[in-house]
Nanobody, 125 residues
């Protein structure tokens, strides 16, 4: 099992900044991608930003140029720097991890994904 602990949500004014962090712990053998998703009220969860094992990144069009995702593979952490926040960025943000399949103690464990509990971000004046 892998546990994800998020921090850094809160209230920001339009144009302001917030930084989200997520630390993965537990039985970590090989993490593939780490990323952030968000879910606004009455909307579906959507990808915000993802960083792959080779550090390639992908962003939602709505956050390109404003948000930056970074990953520390040695510490199994991922952060999301959010600048120039807009009211439409208001949502619960979830850390997401894709763990590679692996062998351990004679057993095979398939690819698995994990979600954090979510941290709330509110952008309002």
């Amino acid at each position: 099992q892998v546990q994800l602990e998020e921090s850094g949500g809160g209230l920001a004014q339009p144009g302001g900044s917030l930084r989200l962090s997520c630390a993965a712990s537990g039985n970590i053998v090989s993490i593939n991608s780490m990323g952030w998703y968000r879910q606004a009220p009455d909307k579906q969860r959507e990808m915000v930003a993802v960083v792959q094992k080779g550090d390639s990144t992908e962003y939602a069009d709505s956050v390109k140029g404003r948000f930056t995702i970074s990953r520390d593979s040695t510490r199994n952490t991922v952060s999301l720097q959010m600048n120039n926040l807009r009211p439409e960025d208001t949502a619960v943000y979830y850390c997401h991890v894709n763990h590679d399949p692996y062998w351990q103690n004679g057993g095979f464990y398939n690819r698995r994904e994990y979600w954090g509990q979510g941290t709330s971000v509110t952008v309002s004046s």
